[in-house]
């Protein structure tokens, strides 16, 4: 059975950083990848990753977010540096069809 397990969300000021960690089980796939949802709103790609370190970063987040994955772990991360509020949204892991429960981020003085 395939699980992703986010962790590291929160409360962060504009301008601040946060670490999100997807611990993967079960199964790995070529592609992991980051996705959000802000209130109202679709859900987003952010970035993903290949198996081979090939990453895809959404215009919206470039120069700011940064996506890798440990591949001995099986763990995918997202390091999010100047984050404005409109960064404030739920962040979900996803690997093939299969999704993790999210982890809030909420950008706000």
């Known amino acids: 059975q395939v699980q992703l397990v986010e962790s590291g969300g929160g409360l962060v000021q504009p301008g601040g950083s946060l670490r999100l960690s997807c611990a993967a089980s079960?199964?790995?796939?070529?592609?992991m990848g980051w996705y959000r949802q802000a209130p109202g709103k679709q859900r987003e790609l952010v970035a993903n990753?290949?198996?081979?370190?090939?990453?895809n970063v959404a215009d919206s987040v470039k120069g700011r977010f940064t996506v890798s994955r440990d591949n001995a772990k099986n763990t995918l991360y997202l390091q999010m540096n100047s984050l404005k509020p409109e960064d404030t949204a739920v962040y979900y892991c996803?690997?093939?069809?299969?999704w993790g429960q999210g982890t809030q981020v909420t950008v706000s003085s």
């Open positions: 079960g199964a790995i796939f070529n592609i």
């Open positions: 990753v290949s198996i081979g370190g090939s990453t």
């Open positions: 996803k690997m093939a069809l299969y």
